[in-house]
């Protein structure tokens, strides 16, 4: 298993991430597709001009099932065994979910299960912790709740908004969403309950 | 503001860590006095080992209300200006909590707001995290919910247990405890939504 189908909604800097690994030889593996449901996302637009098969879906008032049949089709015929979310803004149905057992990806910028959902670094200050993070997590039925494969922390700063936090974690998101994608294509990880662990 | 009432009901290690702190000179302060709602817990003996006024105030099936005014009383009359639980398994109720407004603090082994209540690092292994840690909060009216003053991260290793992994975290919770008595006594900290920073 090598071929990632990239789901992505805006700049999708953490494919971008994914791409350098790929092309400085850290991460075996190709990139099969990069799909957006926005067909301005600037992500799908730096896919382009790398070379990579793009595709724009807009949901044009589909419900969310048949839009993800859409979705499914598409990353099959692309021939995508595991899907990356790299900032994909739309909830996933069941139908899709159940369509990639085990292989979708998702990266979250808190250390789950703390904020999940939209804002999490928003959250993170408001909520006043002092530590944060991001989360590389299989994708289940409910949102940001799936098995953890990878986390990284970084400090929160007395001074710090939203936005100095975000970049701050942006740089580990781009770190172990490489990393772990690795791991998931590798196979070389066991999973007990929803414990995930290396081996 | 320098006297420091303890409750715990077990050993204790942050209680000693406090005490610790204080005799070598790096927390300036005073602890009042020792109570343990449980007459058998381990650190209400290391207490007395080391001179400081302990007292043991079982429930005897008061209610929780009744229970917390002896309990008020009996810290007022040693003077506590600063209440610190150290590993006490009681709820505290809200007349206690309106008692020491912004004067009582907790520390719980998990990077709240994830795992509150119980066995915090058995929920974080069962969970799958990959980081773990402790936090040192002001106590509220709520479980595990206070303003955060200090927290800190430690690795989840895979073949930890909760056993291996609680070790871990209490060597960063008897560092953090008295920093952030520390922070809380010289005052040298603000307050805004429920966000501290230091000064």
Redesign the interface.
């Known amino acids: 298993m090598r071929r990632i189908g990239i789901l992505l909604s805006g700049r999708g800097s953490n494919f971008v991430a994914i791409a350098e690994s790929i092309a400085s030889g850290r991460l075996d593996a190709e990139i099969a597709v990069v799909i957006s449901n926005r067909a301005g996302a600037p992500g799908l637009e730096i896919a382009r001009q790398r070379g990579f098969p793009t595709l724009a879906i807009p949901a044009q008032g589909r419900e969310r099932e048949a839009y993800d049949r859409v979705l499914i089709e598409a990353l099959a015929q692309h021939g995508a065994e595991l899907v990356c979310l790299a900032g994909y803004m739309r909830l996933l149905s069941n139908a899709f979910v159940q369509a990639f057992p085990g292989r979708i990806l998702n990266i979250h910028p808190s ?5 999940p959902g939209l804002d999490a670094q928003h959250q993170a ?7 944060a ?1 991001c989360t590389v997590h299989f994708v289940d039925e409910q949102l940001d709740s799936g ?2 494969i ?4 970084v400090p929160v700063l ?2 710090d908004t939203a936005e100095t936090l975000s970049e701050r974690i942006l740089k580990e998101e781009h770190r172990i969403y490489s990393e772990a994608i690795r791991i998931v294509l590798t196979g070389a990880y066991r999973k007990e ?6 081996d």
């Not at 990878?150 to 922390?153: D, G, K, P």
């Not at 309950?193 to 290396?198: F, L």
Request: with cysteine; charged share 15%; net charge positive.
């Open positions: 250390l789950l299960p703390a904020f200050i408001a909520h006043g912790v002092k530590i993070g098995p953890i990878l986390q990284a922390a007395d001074n309950g929803r414990r995930i662990t290396c």
